[in-house]
DNA sequence: ATCGTACTGTAATTTTTCTTACATTTTGTC
DNA sequence: GACAAAATGTAAGAAAAATTACAGTACGAT
């Protein structure tokens, strides 16, 4: 009768029906901030009731979510777990040891400000307005970069129509270049080193007079004066190559700048596209749902 | 109006009263164990009234003594940092503006912080070393989280030689499933929706005797007896949904893992892989350079 | 010394958090 | 497919925590 929180939380996954389960594996990943939860804030964040919380805590053992706070207490006893502490001890870290790690933590902090700071620029106001509003919005990456574009398609997706990746499996990026200029617009995710892609595709869409954004590394000289907009991502943290993982926060503040921008009216498209993914494919926890509804397709 | 908690505390004790001065005194010893204490406890504990507790957080610029823990969840320590001006800066607009911009940042940060965590578990040296020795690499995403598995094979693939994406373009996953399971091994990118498809995945891999790696947002629940390894990443910015935004930070890390791991000779790979992109695709400042080298496909 | 101001505590009230009782749903079994 | 058992949610109520109102106290100024 005195094991550790995290230890009876562990053990208790073996046993412990579905509701006490999630509970269990919330509280485990998240137990450096269990001390600033409630037993109705946790249920709200796992969506189970309140009281469920409480009676979890109970069969294993304790008296109710505060009396496992309370062992929790003793239980972290010198770990840190407010993240300014965390912070410190990893750069204590990094400073006994050979550790550039840390380091580089410090520098990808400092680029997340960065892309903060951009986010409250006229400019970002102006390419979230346009990613909402656009008929049609394609994105594009190559090499590394393809995955950021994956992202912030996959996610514009389920906010609105005419959101399409481009590559050059056709072999000419017609798609986008032979379009109505007026009805379309193209972000661009690119870093070191440049695509030759990248810089023709946006010649010919100034050209075309397509709107184009680009995202790219601070070392991005010819991007300037072909595009609309430059969002410029720091990605030098201290590892061997550049890192523009930063772009992937940026693409999804964009995406939530857009579902700002539309407000309540994508929330039935949203509602939508997982009805649709529930149907053809299916959610964890709930069966594939056979049955197509008929106010499914919005598009 | 907009220093962290340590900052306040410290800054009250050259004019607050008696009682404050105590009670600022004692909160900043045991600043650690705050998150456990409640106003009446701590008046206990110092040995003033329950009201004056509430006041004196009120008047270093708190609603309540649970506002001022909910500050400190967040804090990020006062230290000087790199950014440690903009930062503020952020952090003084969105303190007068209600802005949710500027805490999503700081929400940001502590999952980076997290994430660098992770990085010096003995599961993730286990993890980097499999994905730099397995001869096959597969990862996956699905919905928004297709992006992050594309981010990691294709610099991975820089690195090293049997990087795959999967997905359900064929129907089967088969190319993994039937393929020697000492040889594969398979990293999943999940969030909450959890697609169907990553937990059967992950059963059939298990079955099969794959390592299976799963990098998910903290509330997930059918992952920890199913994956070998489990990388939480925390998601919730106060963005309109989940980020997994930080799960590239992860992957780059990895990235970077494997690269520390594999050494020297992958900058010969990667010097064929440039090669070759400047051969049929080409780069920026550089025409494309249409002799084929002799010496350039190390595959 | 007396007054006034600022500080602090007591007690009542409000708000929040947790628990209990009971209804409903889910799960497993026959 | 129906039943029983277990699990979960709802809603009301109990307990705890925090706030407010007010009264008393300490301390400085006059």
Redesign the interface.
């Given at each position: 009768m005195s094991a550790s929180v995290r230890e009876r939380l562990t053990t208790s996954?073996a046993t412990a029906s579905k509701a006490d389960?999630?509970l269990?594996?919330?509280m485990?990943?998240?137990l450096s901030?269990l001390?600033?939860e409630t037993a109705a804030s946790l249920a709200a964040?796992?969506e189970v009731s309140e009281p469920t919380v409480g009676r979890f805590c109970r069969t294993i053992g304790y008296k109710s979510f505060k009396d496992l706070?309370?062992h929790?207490?003793q239980d972290i006893g010198q770990q840190?777990?407010?993240?300014?502490?965390?912070?410190?001890e990893?750069?204590k870290?990094a400073a006994a040891g050979e550790d550039q790690?840390?380091t580089?933590?410090?520098?990808?902090?400092?680029a997340?400000?960065?892309i903060?700071?951009l986010?409250?620029t006229p400019e970002w106001a102006l390419v979230v307005k346009r990613l909402a509003t656009a008929p049609c919005v394609y994105a594009v990456g190559?090499?590394?970069e393809?995955?950021?574009?994956?992202?912030?398609v996959?996610?514009l997706q389920?906010l609105r129509d005419g959101v399409r990746m481009l590559d050059?499996a056709g072999g000419s990026f017609a798609e986008i270049l032979v379009s109505d200029p007026a009805r379309s617009c193209l972000v661009i995710f690119e870093a070191r080193?440049?695509?030759?892609?990248?810089?023709d595709l946006a010649i010919e869409a100034k050209k075309a007079g397509i709107p184009v954004t680009l995202v790219t590394d601070p070392f991005c000289d010819?991007g300037r004066d072909l595009v609309d907009e430059m969002f410029v991502v720091p990605t030098e943290?201290n590892?061997?190559?550049e890192?523009?993982?930063?772009?992937?926060?940026l693409?999804?503040?964009l995406v939530?700048g857009v579902?700002?921008e539309l407000g309540q009216k994508v929330e039935a498209r949203m509602e939508a596209v997982?009805q649709l993914?529930s149907q053809f494919?299916?959610?964890?926890?709930k069966p594939?749902n056979r049955t197509p509804q008929s106010g499914s397709n919005l598009a």
């Open positions: 996954l389960r999630i269990a594996n919330f485990l990943s998240e901030n001390p600033f964040k796992v706070k309370d929790l207490k840190p777990w407010l993240v300014g502490d965390r912070l410190r990893l750069r870290q790690l840390a580089g933590l410090e520098l990808e902090i400092s997340l400000v960065a903060y700071e986010a409250r190559f090499q590394t393809r995955g950021m574009a994956q992202i912030l996959n996610q389920y050059l080193r440049y695509s030759r892609l990248s810089r010819w943290f590892q061997f190559w890192s523009t993982a930063q772009m992937a926060s693409a999804n503040l939530n579902f700002l997982t993914y494919t299916g959610y964890v926890g594939i």
